[in-house]
Structures are given as C-alpha cells and as structure tokens.
T-cell receptor
C-alpha cells in the first residue's frame, strides 16, 4: 500500500514556508524523502528512522511521528531551487533489518516556487 | 562517485516487440532495483536484486523480467511490451543494506509503446 502525500501541489513565493505530509497505513521504521526536478532523476534528501532525531538538510527539515505513522517535510524560506516534485518513500522493515532498497513511494507533491 | 547508467534514454517501440533496457553501476553495489514512474502514481518498484542471481518481485512485476548475471548489470526485459507499459523507468542502487541506506537513481528511460 502506497503512503499518501498531501498536499498534491503547492505554490509558493520565494521566502515562504511549506509543509508536505506523508501518511502510511502500516507501521514504519524509516521514511525517506527525495526531490525530483523536471526531466531529472529523484535525488535523495534525507532519511528518518524510528526512534531517531529530526533530520535537517540546509533549510529543509523533517520529522517522523511513529505513533501516527506519519512524516512531514518542512521547507523554510523557500528558494527557486526548491521547485520540483517531492516523494516520500516508506520502508516497513524492522530496525536493523535489511531493506534492499525496497521502498514504497507516495504519489508525489509538486512544489512550485515563484520569484 | 557512484554512477548508474541506463540505456537508452528514450525508446519508442511497437506492441509485442521484445526490448531490453540496460542498467549498469560502477561501484560494486549489491542492491539494485527497477522502478516505473507514472503521473499521479509516483514511483512503483518492479523488481529488485540483492546480489548476483538473487532477484525478487516488487509491487508491479507483471510483464517484466530481470536478470543479474554479474554484479554491475541489471537489465530490465519486456518480452512482449504493451501500451500500458509506456512509462518512465528508473534503475537504482542502494548504497547499503540497512534501513538508513538511500537510493541513487539512474537518469531514466522514457519508453513509449504504440
């Protein structure tokens, strides 16, 4: 079962903030976040592990609520370069187990940042 | 730096004509996988491989085959392509085996089946 991302699309002006959510119906042990620019391959942003800390990447950070089986990606003071489609990938493997890259991805959130 | 090379980048073919999309990596990674990307559906895993001669089905394996005869190559085979296999395909490697291992994707192959 694919995780569900919300919103499906968001439009921002430079400097504004955004939150992208990822919800799963299954218990999660890790959540990956990727960004894909138009015509390019997805690029890894960060991983959050069950029981782990909130991760950060430049002005992009994320949280992982294990009880709610949700993760949220926070983009603060957005820049034009943040435009793209954001995907969460969930891994139901138990902590310490192997995932083999068997991620199940959400449908994506299209983020557009205007000047 | 890890590199994942897919070929071809673009492919137009006709229904029923067998084709192979190649994927090779330069870092001796054990774990490789294939995904297809369709609008509104995100990335869905087709097959993955844990090592040479070890492969398993992902979420949408129907109509596809893979082989892993050597560690660096993981080709995707469509024996009899159909229009519903028109999609953007990505090969990926996993930089490690545990749950905090990210995927690194190739540049993609856009396939059109008429």
């Amino acid at each position: 079962q694919q995780p569900v991302q919300s919103p499906q699309a968001v439009i921002l002006r430079e400097g504004e903030d955004a939150v992208i959510n990822c919800s799963s119906s299954k218990a999660l042990y890790s959540v990956h976040w990727y960004r894909q620019k138009h015509g390019e391959a997805p690029v890894f942003l960060m991983i959050l592990l069950k029981g782990g800390e909130q991760k950060g990447h430049e002005k992009i950070s994320a949280s992982f609520n294990e009880k709610k089986q949700q993760s949220s990606l926070y983009l603060t003071a957005s820049q034009l370069s943040y435009s793209g489609t954001y995907f969460c990938g969930t891994d139901p493997s138990r902590a310490g187990g192997t995932s083999y890259g068997k991620l199940t991805f959400g449908q994506g959130t299209i983020l557009t940042v205007h000047p | 730096e890890a590199q994942v090379t897919q070929n071809p980048r673009y492919l137009i073919t006709v229904t029923g004509k067998k084709l192979t999309v190649t994927c090779s990596q330069n870092m001796n990674h054990e774990y490789m996988s294939w995904y297809r990307q369709d609008p509104g559906l995100g990335l869905r895993q087709i097959y993955y491989s844990m090592n040479v001669e070890v492969t398993d089905k992902g979420d949408v394996p129907e109509g596809y085959k893979v082989s892993r005869k050597e560690k660096r190559n993981f080709p995707l085979i469509l024996e009899s392509p159909s229009p519903n296999q028109t999609s953007l395909y990505f090969c990926a490697i996993t930089w490690g085996a545990n749950v905090n291992s990210p995927l690194h994707f190739g540049n993609g192959t856009r396939l059109t089946v008429t």
